[in-house]
């Protein structure tokens, strides 16, 4: 038998001549992992093990470029609509960060290992063929699940200072490793693995929880592994607040004076940086993780078109709570147009590529993120068939407005094929939801006790 797929859908989403494309009938044919060719309709010598996906869209998978797979099912139903600020405190202080302490507390490796393969599971089967999460130091399993369900994973394991750190711009650090502790572990356990699929990278939580010796610690561990970089940077007034009382400055000047704001960089949210800030982030070359789903849930509206204003790079992507990119492009685009009084404004198409090229790109991963030959063989297929997404007209128009990630029935990752009509095809999806929800429910158990929920 040939190890050669063909993969011919009614719509290819494609790239040629470095924009994409629609073709119609069009066949994508793959090998070794990788995309080999991208044939139009009529086209002669397509491979004889053709899969004929029928009225679907074939696209590339969404690159994610940051979630929280643990935090996906723990925050579900739990974060919205409750008023966590009447004590004075934030919904990040009092809740979210006192949950992962408890499952901390409360979870082995296995505990950790099913509720990550939930949330893995979760982002797969609704289109994303990669992530790049921030799990706690603790949560090892989180790479194990990553192994187990098959998705491409770069995995930041959180680091943070801990209480009484110096907090002193000029500290002296002592040029040791001390803070990577977790990083250096996860570099050697699991970096590379399943055939590259699983990278690890360096995951600073945040400019308040990440003192001047540790950031600086960071770039260094960046610049001798060769590992990417990711944090939440200017998430929150608190956060910028805390930066200007202990250093006198914006939390991107501080990450700029300690060596972290780069080219590579990805930084999630910047809701609250301030014009000049995201001038400075232009200029170094960072990228914006825009998730405007999590914003939107404590009554904040943040547009994508602000970061793209000021000449940054933006993807869009989906953080905690739900797992499915799609409801985040969709929201990207009503917050795109809200901001700006444009109908026009934030289109579909351009949504869609934040959330494929674009956060390729941003992972320095040109091999991702679109079809054409020559690229990892990581795709999806939408199922454009159904009641709610017919007829189509324009089928990237289609999923975005009408769609979800629950149209998705199809999933590959280099080649392998992970998610056929609609099932995962490596375990039994049913026990999967089963046990991660389990260890969840255990966790809301001692959080209702403890009353933080
Ligand atoms: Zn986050």
């Known amino acids: 038998m040939s190890d050669t797929l063909g993969l011919r859908a009614r719509w290819v989403l494609a790239e040629e001549g470095g924009r994409s494309t629609l073709l119609p009938d069009a066949t994508v044919v793959v090998r070794d992992g990788r995309i080999r060719d991208v044939m139009p309709a009529g086209a002669e010598g397509a491979p004889d093990d053709t899969r004929l996906l029928g009225a679907h869209l074939l696209m590339p998978g969404f690159v994610n470029s940051h979630t929280h797979c643990v935090s996906g099912p723990l925050f579900r139903a739990v974060l919205e609509d409750r008023d ?38 979760e982002a797969l089967c609704a289109g994303s063929t990669t992530i790049v999460d921030m799990p706690r130091a603790d949560h090892d399993g989180f790479a194990l699940a990553a192994a187990d369900i098959g998705l491409r994973a770069q995995i930041h394991p959180y680091l943070m200072s801990p209480p009484g750190a110096e907090w002193r711009l000029d500290a002296q650090d002592d040029d040791s490793d001390a803070g990577l502790e977790t990083f250096l572990r996860w570099h ?27 950031l600086r610690r960071i770039a260094r561990a960046r610049d001798h592994h060769g590992a990417p970089v990711t944090i939440h940077l200017a998430q929150s007034g608190d956060e910028v607040a805390q930066i200007h ?111 494929t090229v674009e956060a390729a ?50 999933a590959m990752v280099d080649g392998e094929v992970l998610l056929r009509d609609g099932r995962f095809l490596r375990a039994d999806p049913a026990a999967i939801v089963a046990k991660g929800a389990a260890v969840t429910n255990r966790v809301w158990e001692r959080a209702r006790a403890q009353g933080i929920i």
């Open 84 to 121: 966590y600020t009447s004590g004075g405190g934030s919904i990040i202080s009092d809740v979210m960060m006192p949950l992962g302490r408890i499952i901390s507390a409360l979870c082995d490796e296995d505990d950790i290992r099913a509720i990550a393969a939930l949330g893995q599971l």
């Open 188 to 214: 050697a356990r699991f970096d590379g693995g399943t055939t590259g699929r699983i990278r690890i990278g360096l995951g600073p939580h945040a400019p308040d929880t990440c003192a001047p010796d540790l």
């Open 245 to 355: 009382a202990r250093l006198g400055m914006s939390p991107v000047d501080y990450l700029d004076r300690v060596g972290l704001l780069q080219g590579g960089l990805i930084a999630a949210h910047c809701s609250d940086a301030t014009d000049a800030d995201l001038a400075l982030m232009a200029s170094r070359g960072v990228v914006v993780a825009h998730c405007p789903l999590s914003y939107a849930r404590i009554a904040r509206m943040v547009s994508r078109q602000r970061f793209l204003d000021h000449g940054l790079r933006c993807t869009v992507a989906s953080d905690a709570h739900a797992l499915d990119i799609v409801a985040d492009l969709r929201l990207a685009a009503i917050n795109g147009k809200y901001a700006t009084g444009k109908v026009a404004a934030a289109p579909a198409h351009e949504m869609v590529a934040a959330a």
């Open 361 to 410: 790109d941003a992972l320095q991963r040109s091999d991702l993120g679109r079809i054409r030959p020559g690229a990892t063989a990581d795709l999806i297929a939408i199922r454009m068939d159904s009641a709610h997404l017919q007829p189509v007209y324009d089928p990237i128009k289609t999923l975005v407005w009408n769609g979800g990630g629950q149209d998705v029935d199809f």
